[in-house]
T-cell receptor, first 112, second 115 residues
Framework: EAQVTQNPRYLITVTGKKLTVTCSQN?????MSWYRQDPGLGLRQIYY???????DKGDVPEGYKVSRKEKRNFPLILESPSPNQTSLYFC???????????FGAGSRLTVL | DQQVKQNSPSLSVQEGRISILNCDYT??????FLWYKKYPAEGPTFLIS?????DKNEDGRFTVFLNKSAKHLSLHIVPSQPGDSAVYFC??????????????FGSGTQLTVLP
């Protein structure tokens, strides 16, 4: 089944404790992206990647890092999480020039 | 500054009636528009889209209308069913950004279809 898989789905952590949210897609998509969803703000893009070793900032990149060492994986790294990073995170992917994104099921992160 | 706005956070409709969800945008460079549906504990899923060269696109019970002069689009669901209860996100992109084609999302509208 074609899908985007995120892990963990739920995580509660404390301020300053580094964490990584993994994202993997099995559709051979070139483009991958991370979004966060917050009440009243919709989905805001954090980082995106056009292909392996090519990443760029989205609208809200502060406090996040990403890497794209393999085509299928695009992990989101929070080096020193803070409470304002408490949110629902979505990874998504698509074929290079297409418009339609396929989303993962989401990862709900709480930073205390 | 939100470039894509969904001014109604919620909408309730009776089963069998029409649901109309609205979306406004400010960036005149947007030329492709999409609607996504999101159920609780799931990721958004693509529903329907429209290019700026059209003013209407229909797919079964779902129709999207685009009014470029007003920078407004709407999603009509007829007839509405309880299974349509979800959050609906409007999104837009511009071909001027090349293959990047970043999607800008609205804040979403929670649709509740009452049996």
């Amino acid at each position: 089944e074609a899908q985007v898989t995120q892990n963990p789905r739920y995580l509660i952590t404390v301020t300053g404790k580094k964490l990584t949210v993994t994202c993997s897609q099995n559709m051979n998509h070139e483009y991958m992206s991370w979004y966060r969803q917050d009440p009243g703000l919709g989905l805001r893009q954090i980082y995106y990647s056009m292909n392996v070793e090519v990443t760029d900032k989205g609208d809200v990149p502060e406090g996040y890092k990403v890497s794209r060492k393999e085509k299928r994986n695009f992990p989101l790294i929070l080096e020193s999480p803070s409470p304002n990073q408490t949110s629902l995170y979505f990874c998504a992917s698509r074929i290079g020039g297409a418009n339609v994104l396929t989303f993962g099921a989401g990862s709900r992160l709480t930073v205390l | 500054d939100q470039q894509v706005k969904q001014n109604s956070p919620s909408l309730s409709v009776q089963e069998g009636r029409i649901s109309i969800l609205n979306c406004d945008y400010t960036n005149s460079m947007f030329d492709y528009f999409l609607w996504y549906k999101k159920y609780p504990a799931e990721g958004p899923t693509f529903l329907i889209s429209i290019s700026s060269i059209k003013d209407k696109n229909e797919d079964g019970r779902f129709t999207v209308f685009l009014n470029k002069s007003a920078k407004h689009l709407s999603l009509h669901i007829v007839p509405s069913q309880p299974g349509d209860s979800a959050v609906y996100f409007c999104a837009a992109s511009s071909s001027t950004s090349g293959s990047a084609r970043q999607l800008t999302f609205g804040s979403g509208t929670q649709l509740t279809v009452l049996p």
